[in-house]
């Protein structure tokens, strides 16, 4: 099935640039969990320690959404979450500075914010540090 080759393509990918992962948060929907165990087993992140949020499969608003990363413990320096589309586009569009984008599926999309903690993450102050689609690794 297309969708998990892409998984798995850009999972690689990632495995590749050595990006960093402390915890993966994941919608519980079917799809998107197979992709979260295919990330977790090409980035060595144990799948049985995924979260899973409901509310990222029936719909988180953006403000939520930016609640539940403000909440994240200090020891999380980065987190990898796996959504639906069109959410995660108002995701991108509500928390990156500037984001015009498309966020077709398996979409891969890193936020960088100069902050000390999560709670002092801002809506629309991230910066966009990767951007990764299924076409550009063809």
Same mark, same amino acid.
């Given at each position: #099935?297309?969708?998990? !080759?892409?998984?798995?393509? +850009? %999972?690689?990918?990632?495995? /590749? ?7 993966? =948060? %994941?919608?519980?929907? *079917? ?9 977790? !087993? *090409? $980035? &060595? ?9 409901? !509310?990222?499969?029936?719909? !988180?608003?953006?403000? &939520?959404?930016?609640?539940? $990363? ?6 999380? *320096? @980065?987190?990898? =979450?796996?959504?639906? &589309? ?6 991108? &569009?509500? $928390? ?10 398996? @979409?891969?999309?890193? =936020? ?6 999560? /709670?002092?993450? #801002?809506?629309? *102050?991230? #910066?966009?540090?990767?951007?990764? +689609? ?5």
């Amino acid at each position: #099935e297309r969708g998990k !080759k892409d998984a798995d393509r +850009i %999972s690689v990918e990632l495995a /590749k640039q050595k990006i960093t992962h402390d915890l993966f =948060i %994941s919608s519980p929907a *079917n799809r998107t969990r197979q992709t979260a165990e295919i990330f977790a !087993k *090409n $980035l &060595n992140y144990p799948v049985d320690s995924i979260r899973y949020e409901k !509310k990222l499969f029936t719909g !988180k608003t953006p403000e &939520n959404f930016l609640k539940m $990363l403000q909440d994240l413990t200090e020891e999380i *320096n @980065s987190v990898i =979450i796996f959504g639906h &589309n069109p959410t995660v586009y108002y995701y991108m &569009n509500y $928390l990156l500075r500037h984001f015009v984008d498309d966020v077709p599926t398996c @979409s891969t999309v890193a =936020i960088d914010y100069d902050v000390s903690s999560w /709670k002092d993450l #801002e809506a629309r *102050n991230g #910066e966009m540090g990767l951007r990764l +689609i299924p076409d550009m690794l063809e």
